[in-house]
Nanobody, 124 residues
């Protein structure tokens, strides 16, 4: 069983930056691919970004490219999402996700484990 604990988030103005963190326990961290998703209440969940277990490969949704950066520190069992140039449309609950298979994250398919979610609100 993998436990994911998120931190970060909050209320910021448009153009600001935020970093989300997600610390995992219960499994060898480097065996896990990690990802970030977001959801606006009442709407579908959207893939944001993912990173392979080694950290060598990263993937981004089009809206995240050039503004968001995913990274991981396998010594700290933690994955990060650095979000720059935030826009009001980035307002959502952000969820950390983990899976043994990167493709599950990329396809948002039967993802193994989820964090508790953290609210990001960007005011205009």
């Amino acid at each position: 069983q993998v436990r994911l604990v998120q931190s970060g988030g909050g209320l910021v103005q448009a153009g600001a930056s935020l970093t989300l963190s997600c610390t995992a326990s219960g499994r060898t961290f480097s065996d896990l691919s990690m990802g970030w998703f977001r959801r606006v209440p009442g709407k579908e969940r959207w893939f944001v970004s993912a990173i392979s277990g080694s950290g060598d490969n990263t993937y981004y949704a089009d809206f995240a490219k050039g503004r968001f950066t995913i990274s991981r520190d396998n010594a700290k069992n933690t994955v990060y999402l650095q979000m720059n140039s935030l826009k009001p449309e980035d307002t959502a609950v952000y969820y950390c996700a983990a899976d043994r298979l990167l493709d599950d994250l990329l396809g948002d398919y039967s993802i193994g484990w989820w964090g508790q979610g953290t609210q990001v609100t960007v005011s205009s």
